[in-house]
């Protein structure tokens, strides 16, 4: 997530693209552009680009430095472990709604990012049939 210079935005954003081997400009001059592919990309393997009018230039992507993910040190964006955004990138159409918050914030959107376990699967199948995107999910059984 983004560091407190430069936070993600809390929005209602869509999937706007999917790049595979992403290049990285090098934010506008301040660094060195790296070439998509590689293993210095910033953006890692997979861009998953976030846009709407208000918010531009916002994505979810890989990461060149597995170790700082679940740090607040992103210029907004939202950085995943490659072989993870690679699954998702697989799976998840272009035109599909991601909505960032905190949980206050989602939960005035009605989302409950914490629910009881009973629930998730209904719940599940309520997110998912709102993206129009089915997903066999196994539950452990308790």
């Known amino acids: 997530m983004g560091k407190v210079s430069t936070p993600t935005p809390d929005y209602k ?15 506008g001059g301040k660094y060195k552009p790296v070439k998509g592919g ?4 910033p ?4 861009w998953i680009g976030l846009s709407i009018e208000k918010y531009k230039g916002y994505g979810i992507h890989g990461n060149s430095q597995p170790t700082s993910i679940g740090k607040y040190i992103s210029a907004g964006c939202i950085r995943m472990i490659n072989e993870d955004v690679e699954e998702l990138f ?8 991601v909505w960032i918050g905190t949980e206050e914030v989602l ?9 009881e376990y009973e629930k998730m699967e209904e719940v599940c199948k ?4 709102n993206i ?9 059984s308790i």
């Open 13 to 27: 954003f869509t999937i706007i693209n999917k790049i595979k081997n992403p290049y990285w400009g090098g934010m």
């Open 38 to 41: 590689a293993p210095n990309n």
């Open 90 to 97: 697989q799976y998840i159409p272009i035109k599909t709604e």
């Open 126 to 129: 309520i997110v998912l049939r």
């Open 132 to 140: 129009e995107w089915q997903l066999m999910l196994e539950l452990p």
């Open 43 to 46: 953006l890692g393997k997979r």
């Open 107 to 115: 939960e005035n959107w009605g989302i409950k990012q914490y629910i």
